[in-house]
């Protein structure tokens, strides 16, 4: 499966972000500049929202558990979007892993080269979804890479790694292995689908970190961190690895920032579950932004249905009074067509409906 994944997609490479913004004090250069975006700054200062924030402990045991699997349930339905808190993530580990991920960035760049993105290849340091050398850019670096299962690792890339990052991101890759379990579960629970079937179906999915790194900019309302787009995975857990803010997400149209509260992950509902729910919860459209101040750093985790099974509505979520909206498609079949694509808001999933 190694190489079959492998041969799924690839991205062209491109010149690092980090080392231009340190030569770019005045002017962005052109490929970088986004007229074709929304501008980056929310300028209704009248809009208030911010996405719900769902608590584990509440969810899992106590008093208040149905009254918090409503909140959950309505947060899947009617955002996409939430933050969770009191999740059980090792703080330790978490924190670990934000100073290893900042002094990664800080290697020289001929270190990072080693990690470079080859040829025919979507892992690795550069960037993801440029499919031609004329394509318009996004202000960002990223580190890709699958962390499970571990039998499709890249042998170029996770064992090179230095060993403490490797050790810190294998911890980190576990525990929110089973943070994810545990927020299927009562998503199956919310839906009133057997968890089993819930389980059965990420038993031996495909894990994958991508590690953002946004350098400041000298012009920050001309370009774009990354298009407005829906995660094609089933979920994303994100981490801010400093407090600075960025994430917006599209809510009724309008583009709703998202701030960071501590000891908290933003998880978010992708494609692959929009798909599996047969559109109760849906994915939601979501860009980042740059500041001309400073850099900011996140990791996205990743989490995919089993690798080696298809992609459709689940059995229990359909029926003759309510039919299924999207195709069933192999998973290999499914993330090969995504990645042959530009980023460009929700198109993909269109593609797969009925």
């Not at 492998?6 to 052109?30: C, F, H, I, M, Y």
């Not at 309302?221 to 829906?230: A, K």
Request: hydrophobic share 40%; aromatic share 10%; glycine share 6%.
């Amino acid at each position: 499966m190694a190489s079959k994944i492998a041969r799924l997609g690839s991205s062209v490479r491109v010149p690092s972000v980090q080392e231009l913004a340190k030569e770019t004090t005045t002017t962005v250069p052109l490929r970088y500049v986004r007229p074709d975006q929304d501008p980056p700054i929310v300028s209704d200062t009248t809009l208030v929202l911010e996405v719900p924030v769902i608590d584990m402990e509440r969810l899992v045991s106590g008093e208040n558990m149905d009254l918090e699997l409503a909140r959950f349930h309505s947060a899947c339905k009617e955002w996409g979007f939430f933050q969770v808190v009191n999740h059980g993530v090792s703080s330790s580990v978490v924190e670990k892993l934000k100073v290893e991920m900042e002094e990664w960035f800080k290697l020289p760049l001929e270190e990072k080269k080693k990690f470079w993105q080859e040829p025919g290849e979507l892992e690795g340091f550069g960037q993801a979804f440029v499919v031609s050398e004329e394509q318009k850019l996004d202000w960002a670096d990223l580190f890709y890479i699958t962390t499970l299962p571990t039998r499709i690792r890249k042998p170029h890339l996770y064992p090179k790694l230095p060993l403490h990052f490797r050790e810190t991101m294998e911890a980190y890759s576990l525990e929110l292995k089973n943070l994810a379990k545990n927020i299927l579960e009562k998503m199956a629970k919310a839906l009133k689908m057997e968890a089993e079937k819930m389980t059965e179906m990420f038993e031996d999915g495909w894990q994958a970190m991508r590690m953002n790194y946004y350098p400041p900019c000298p012009q920050p309302e001309l370009v774009i961190g990354i298009t407005p787009h829906s995660d094609f995975v089933a979920m994303t857990i994100l981490l801010h690895v400093n407090e600075v803010e960025g994430l917006q997400i599209r809510k009724d149209g309008k583009w709703v920032p998202i701030k960071p509260i501590p000891n908290a992950f933003v998880v978010n509902i992708g494609d692959i579950l929009e798909i599996v729910t047969n559109g109760v919860y849906r994915s939601i459209e979501h860009r980042a932004t740059v500041n001309s101040i400073k850099e900011r750093l996140s990791i996205a985790t990743f989490f995919t249905t089993n690798i080696d099974g298809d992609i459709g509505p689940a059995p229990s979520l359909i029926g003759p009074h309510n039919p299924a909206l999207f195709k069933r498609k192999g998973f290999e079949e499914y993330f090969k067509d995504f990645f042959s694509r530009k980023l460009n808001g929700k198109s993909f999933l269109d593609v797969m409906r009925i």
